[in-house]
Every structure is written in structure tokens, then in C-alpha cells.
């Protein structure tokens, strides 16, 4: 492997990094690296973000690489930035950022949908934040049952929520709803997602029913991953969808009409997706 400055070189170390932080986004600077002639570096990014100008000395900044830091940042090898939520990996320099992109530690943001919030950390802290803060509702069963009120689904079309929370098998996964316009037709959607990563998700399938007045609409599928963003999860055609007069008459006549909503989680044998995980 050659000699190589690893985390316990803690002045080497220092010295490293800071050199190899971009002057204009302060995150590390990926191959390649870009000088001007008075030698401050910037990463590609920034450079066309400042139109080509060093912003530390205002001199045009040209294609000169700073090809001795791209070496030398060969030579370094760093934790994982999401060692304190458990990673115990240490990185070659030019691969830590793909290897974070998608690291099992990765904490999760608040996933609750059209909220602005703060909420971030580990699966643990995640649920908790949910039922506690957004009052979630939480189901602690492979099997539930839950009802969504078909007027709130009218009054509040474009607006996307996370109708329960399922404890199953040890994981936690979220029922996830959204209402909107497909032209001029209003759409209700309903699909499961996995509090984890895509890999895990594959080990399971779900069935939905959504029921009334008589009716009923059954879909099964995979769950997506809690990473990836509900645009992405309705894209996937991994849904149950019911279309604008279905709304209205599954809902039925009553005074509150509602869409009742049977899920069922299952292990699948064999893990059944073909899709690649690129989300972490």
C-alpha cells in the first residue's frame, strides 16, 4: 500500500485536510483540482460557480490542475464522517465520498412530507421524532388497518403525508399517501416505504386494499427505501393508485366517507428486486 497518513497522524493529518478543503465551499476537493497562479485551489464545481475567477485573489484561474495535491491526497486515508453514528470504515481520500453516499450509518432526515424540520439521526431517533413530534400513528403488526377521511383528501390535493407507521419484523416502515392533480384528474396515491436502505427493502413485499360502498382496489408490490424522495417512490410505479371519481365512490355517501385502507407485510424467500441501490 506504500506510505500512507492515516487518522492516528493527527498533525499530518490537520495540515491535509485543511489544505484540501475547497477555499469556496469548505467541503473536500475531488480530482480534479484547480489553482490559480497564485496558487489558491478550488474544486471543479466552484470554479464554474465563480466564472472562472480565483475569489480569493480576483486573477483569472484558467486549467492549471494542482496535480502535487491530487498526489497527495493518494497518500490519505480518513474515518468515515458518519463514524459517530457507528461506521467503523476508514477511506481512501478519493473514494470516502462515494463510500458516503451511500454508508449503512448514514442518518435519515425527517422524511414527514411539506414539513420544513429539523428532525435528523439514526432509525431509533427517527420513529421516535415521528410519533412524538409529528404524531405519527404507529401499528405494531404485519397486519393493519387504517382509515383516510376522502375529504381530506379533497381539500388538501398536492399535499403528501405519512398516514401510519408499521413495526414489523424488527423494521419500520411508513404507509406514505399523497393526493393531486394528473390534468385536470385528481389522484390518490398510497405505497410503502422502509426505514433503511434499498437492499434491505427487497426482502420484503406488501399488499394494500383499499375498500368501500362496496369496492375494492388491491395492489402488491416492493417497498422503496425512506431515502429516496416520494417523487422518485411515485415514479416508480411501486403504488397503489386510485383514480379521482374512485375517490369519491369508495369513499361512499356517508357524512365522513372514508378510503379503508388493509395492508399486509410479508419476508420474501428471495430478495426480488433487479433494481441497483444507489441511495444508501
Known amino acids: ?9 493527527l498533525h499530518s493529518l490537520t495540515i491535509l485536510e485543511e489544505l484540501l478543503k475547497c477555499s469556496v465551499c469548505f467541503e473536500y476537493m475531488n480530482r480534479p ?7 489558491h485551489t478550488l474544486c471543479a464545481s466552484c470554479k464554474v460557480g465563480v466564472l472562472n ?3 480569493s485573489c480576483r486573477q483569472q484561474l484558467g486549467d492549471i490542475r494542482c496535480l502535487a495535491l491530487e498526489k497527495m491526497a493518494e497518500s490519505l486515508q480518513l474515518h468515515c464522517k458518519y463514524e459517530e453514528f457507528g461506521c467503523p470504515e476508514i477511506i ?6 462515494m463510500h458516503e453516499d451511500s454508508c449503512n450509518f448514514r442518518p435519515y432526515s425527517c422524511p414527514w412530507p411539506g414539513f420544513p424540520c429539523s428532525g435528523f439521526g439514526d432509525i431509533p431517533l427517527l420513529v421516535s421524532h415521528l410519533t412524538d413530534y409529528h404524531k405519527a400513528v404507529m401499528f405494531n403488526s404485519c397486519d393493519f388497518e387504517l382509515g383516510l377521511l376522502t375529504e381530506d383528501l379533497r381539500e388538501n390535493l ?9 413495526n414489523c419484523y424488527g423494521k ?9 392533480f394528473q390534468a385536470s384528474t385528481p389522484i390518490c396515491v398510497v405505497f410503502l416505504s422502509l426505514m433503511g436502505n434499498q437492499a434491505e ?7 394494500l386494499e383499499i375498500g368501500g360502498n362496496g369496492r375494492k382496489l388491491t395492489f402488491e408490490g416492493i417497498p422503496r427505501s425512506i431515502r429516496e424522495s416520494e417523487r422518485r417512490s411515485l415514479e416508480s410505479a411501486d403504488s397503489l393508485i386510485v383514480l379521482g371519481s374512485m375517490v369519491h365512490s369508495l369513499g361512499g355517501e356517508k357524512r365522513e366517507p372514508k378510503l379503508e385502507i388493509t395492508g399486509r407485510i410479508w ?5 426480488v428486486c433487479t433494481c441497483v441501490d444507489k441511495t444508501g
Open 158 to 166: 398536492g399535499c403528501r403525508c405519512i398516514a401510519a407507521i408499521i
Open 267 to 271: 419476508k420474501s424467500q428471495i430478495p
Open 92 to 97: 481512501p481520500y478519493y473514494t470516502k465520498l
Open 33 to 39: 483540482i484547480y489553482q490559480c497562479h497564485n496558487g
Open 172 to 180: 419500520y416502515f411508513c404507509v406514505q399517501t399523497e393526493a393531486f
Open 1 to 9: 500500500m506504500g506510505n500512507r497518513v492515516v487518522p492516528g497522524d
Open 53 to 55: 475567477k480565483c475569489p
Open 201 to 207: 427493502a427487497c426482502n420484503y413485499s406488501y399488499s
